[in-house]
């Protein structure tokens, strides 16, 4: 996938200092998580909501790049206890949902349209559903890793948008991502519960 090279690119190459000079000082790959999660939190809960979309894109995107640091200083350290990898994924939820959350405060504060609040909400719920059900199928040993919106996807599909909407006036750039990433969403949690049923009844059929 294009967005599994981009990421191999800025962990092994763009972000390689970085991470080398976080490991020298000797922070933990759970710090990074959290600031991180910090960071876009407060980026998407306090500039979406006055309307400053652009300037939280931007806030934002400077911390978004610690979900590719940490993983990358765990796996230069060696590190593989199950607690970091559940913390990761855990503030993932907590930072998508400050993001969408952010945004829907945008469109019941600043611009006004229920109709695109309800969109930000419909993402936020159906991004939530896809991870849970990925997770519950691992749980149970069957494989969901599929779909066509899985969370980079989301977080380029609105993030992007967002920016170029506000810094040049064209709301509507925002109006069709949300519409596309609802869909999208929408479409790869049926895609997760398909896969699964059809690993389930050949399971049951051997």
């Not at 992007?160 to 925002?174: K, N, R």
Request: hydrophobic content about 55%; aromatic content about 12%; proline content about 3%.
């Amino acid at each position: 996938m294009l967005l599994d090279r981009f990421k191999t690119f800025w962990q092994t190459v763009a972000l390689a200092p970085f991470i080398k000079l976080f490991l020298r000082l000797g922070i933990s790959p759970d710090a990074v998580t959290l600031v991180g999660t910090l960071g876009v939190s407060v980026g998407a809960l306090v500039f979406f909501p006055q309307g400053m979309l652009w300037q939280g894109v931007l806030f934002i995107t400077a911390f978004v790049f610690s979900d590719l640091i940490d993983g990358q200083m765990a796996r230069t350290m060696g590190r593989q206890d199950r607690f970091g990898a559940f913390l990761d994924s855990t503030l993932d939820r907590v930072a998508d949902a400050a993001i969408f959350g952010g945004l829907a405060l945008y469109f019941a504060w600043q611009a006004e349209s229920r109709l695109y609040l309800v969109l930000c909400l419909v993402v936020l719920a159906m991004g939530a559903i896809t991870s849970y059900a990925r997770a519950k199928a691992e749980s149970i040993g069957f494989e969901a890793k599929v779909g066509i919106a899985e969370r980079p996807d989301r977080l380029v599909g609105i993030l992007v948008p967002t920016f170029f909407a506000d810094l040049l006036d064209l709301p509507v750039l925002m109006y069709v991502a949300l519409w596309a990433l609802a869909i999208a969403a929408t479409v790869t949690v049926g895609q997760r519960v398909w896969v699964v049923r059809r690993q389930a009844f050949a399971e049951v059929g051997r």
